[in-house]
């Protein structure tokens, strides 16, 4: 059961991420510093011993981008998930959820941090991007909204898996 739920509400709240994302974006609200396409192109980079890029907007282009991107994002949703339902598994109330859900998702954004940046060109934390303040906001924000899908899906879903 946790491996079916691992699956459903990590889609549940990568979509809630990406849904929030837009939302945010359209306003003016985050700051959306690289599209679907690279991010496709990084992971398949990244499949074919590729690690980092000067430039990933720069690295040769390969097709069906944006379907590597919506894989490889739902896949890394899906396993940020399973990670803390392995560690909450029984031991948690769901009103205890409601708080730690949107903390462990401020915890997520190390990956973007201290991996995802570095690897397409932009440095540690966005250190080399002119931009940087708006990117590690937009980061912080967006896995902060992770959070909050995982929480939702535990108020509303979580009692039919336990």
């Avoid at 459903?8 to 939302?23: E, P, Q, V």
């Avoid at 430039?55 to 940020?80: Q, V």
């Avoid at 990670?83 to 708080?99: G, R, S």
């Avoid at 941090?113 to 002119?130: D, E, Q, R, T, Y």
Wanted: charged letters at 15%; proline letters at 3%.
């Amino acid at each position: 059961m946790i491996l079916i739920e691992s699956i459903l509400s990590g889609i549940w709240a990568t979509l809630t991420m990406d849904l929030l994302a837009r939302y945010l974006s359209g306003r003016g609200l985050i700051y959306p510093f690289i599209i679907p396409e690279a991010l496709g192109r990084w992971f398949i980079y990244m499949f074919k011993g590729k690690f980092k890029h000067g430039d990933i907007n720069r690295t040769p282009a390969f097709i069906n981008e944006k379907t590597w991107y919506f894989l490889s994002h739902y896949l890394i949703g899906i396993i940020l998930a399973g990670i803390y339902l392995l560690f909450t598994h029984k031991q948690l109330e769901i009103h205890d959820h409601v708080w730690l859900t949107p903390v462990y998702g401020m915890c997520t954004v190390c990956l973007a941090w201290f991996w995802l940046l570095p690897s397409i060109g932009l440095g540690v934390m966005a250190k080399k991007s002119a931009k940087r303040n708006l990117i590690l906001r937009t980061n912080f924000i967006n896995h902060t909204n992770f959070g909050f899908g995982l929480s939702v899906w535990f108020i509303l879903f979580h009692r039919f898996f336990f």
